[in-house]
């Protein structure tokens, strides 16, 4: 990002973009929800058409006023309490699928269980003859039989794969900072390939789990957070790695230079988020 010295904000002319994304959204949920109720896709692609028109056209004019030169030192410090909050509002968004399944896995069980002192009654009334074990499909056998999914294999890849593409991206912000550009894309490349073999490799263990191990969404209480978790996890990972691709795209035009580089941060920021966020799933929703 480029910046001057004057202290005010940059207040763009009027522009067509929010409302062509407003109809875009529109579009799409309505989409989704014709074809949830049997309908065609068409409004779902046509939705989706808008929205990927709206983020060329919205984010290149900001690139443009960047590398133009029309934001202050403030505005880079807006920018960054922004991405900021929105991390922040991400690990919320997590917080609350983990809550899930640790509410699910410490409390409800042992409820069920007749284990648990504070619901005693619970066990006896409702299912007398469960017995609490992770991974389960609740006392219902919601789903039929499964196996559960090991940590070992494609997981453990997967962890290996996403861990090093911290370090690449690490890496590529290393080279950036010494202004050494071929660094920079060499990091960068190896990131967004390391990030899609990520998501082919996620697309890979879910049709072996659903196919093969009938582990499916619909596999009581552990299919559900198992798919909810993971499958949220594998949609963040697809972003962050289109985004890096998008930097990748700018290092080789020569956008960015060792101190206006806040485009290349956010995204760094963004993936080493991911990454974390990895580690947890792999410990509380694969090893444990």
Known sequence: MSTTTHPTYYVPHSSPWPIIGAVGLFTLMLGGATLL??????????????????????????????RSGLYSEQMDRSFRWGMGWFIFSEVMFFAAFFGALLYAREFALPWLDGTSSSKPMVHDLLWPHFEDSWPTNGPGRVG?????????????????ILLSSGATVTWAHWGLLKDNRRQLCLGLAATVLLGFTFVVLQAVEYSHA???MNLTLGSGIYGSTFYMLTGFHGAHVTIGAIILLVMLLRSLAGHFTPHNHFGFEAAAWYWHFVDVVWLGLFVFVYWL
């Open 37 to 66: 109720n049997g309908g065609h896709a068409t409004l779902l692609y046509i939705g989706l058409a808008i929205l990927i028109t709206m983020m060329f056209g919205w984010f290149g004019n900001v690139i443009h006023e960047s």
């Open 144 to 160: 039929g039989h499964f196996e559960p999914m090991s940590a070992w294999g494609l997981p453990a890849l997967n962890t290996l």
């Open 210 to 212: 659903m196919h093969e």
